[in-house]
């Protein structure tokens, strides 16, 4: 089955730095890959996702990108702010199927 | 978008009783939907996927007997937690793709908080 390696557990930041999180999958038919936003207690909010035939996707100062020959794929926040803080978890799968999640990332960033 | 709604958001009950969470697409048609699992700073974790009409397929180590899985309609599923016991106790989230539609997107539910004591 498919497994999801996400890097690193955890990561701070300071207010206007980027921050970077990756993520290796190993199922070469995964063909989507969303990144979610979950705060404690909620549901997985999606913040942005790739489709396998894109390289590069980007909104307004999220990016992801994705190498699938490397199958890895990437969030880029830049100018990050104290309301960025939250645990990010990346997923890959095949459409219509479960999604499998990379271990997530507990990304604080400070004022 | 998309809405799932859960059906409790969240439940405590007594060691050895059982507990239903309802799953359901609210304003789309879902023949299929997946129930996760997530323990405290841990991951989501796939149980099984609810087919409508059909039996469940469950991930290895989920214990089909004990968790039972019912997808009687194209927008409800409900999973039953029966004879639960303390290590039970977690965040049971459901989630859905858009039946017939090209979008890979699954739309989650706001999920269970399950406590046994």
């Known amino acids: 089955g498919e497994n999801v390696e996400q890097h690193p557990s955890t990561l701070s930041v300071q207010e206007g730095d980027s921050a970077v999180i990756k993520c290796t999958y190993s199922d070469s038919a995964s063909n989507y890959f969303p990144w979610y936003k979950q705060e404690l207690g909620k549901r997985p909010q999606l913040i942005i996702d790739?489709?396998?035939?894109?390289g590069e996707k980007k909104d307004q100062r999220i990016a992801v990108t994705l190498n699938k020959t490397a199958k890895h794929f990437s969030l880029h926040i830049t100018e990050t702010q104290p309301e960025d803080s939250a645990v990010y978890f990346c997923?890959?799968?095949?459409?219509?199927?479960?999604?499998?999640f990379g271990k997530g990332t507990s990304l604080l960033v400070t004022p | 978008g998309a809405v799932v709604s859960q059906h409790p958001s969240w439940v405590i009950c007594k060691s050895g009783t059982s507990v239903k969470i309802e799953c359901r697409s609210l304003?789309?048609?879902?023949?299929?939907m997946f129930w996760y699992r997530q323990f405290p700073k841990q991951s989501l974790m796939l149980m099984a996927t609810s087919n409508e009409g059909s039996k469940a397929t469950y991930e290895q180590g989920v214990e089909k007997d004990k968790f039972l899985i019912n997808h009687a309609s194209l927008t409800l599923s409900t999973l039953t937690v029966t004879s639960a016991h303390p290590e039970d106790s977690s965040f049971y989230i459901c989630?859905?793709?858009?039946?017939?539609?090209?979008?890979?997107?699954?739309?989650f539910g706001p999920g269970t908080r399950l406590t046994v004591t």
């Open positions: 997923a890959a799968s095949r459409s219509g199927y479960a999604l499998n």
């Open positions: 989630s859905a793709p858009r039946t017939g539609w090209s979008s890979y997107e699954q739309y």
């Open positions: 304003d789309f048609q879902a023949t299929t």
């Open positions: 790739i489709r396998s035939n894109v």
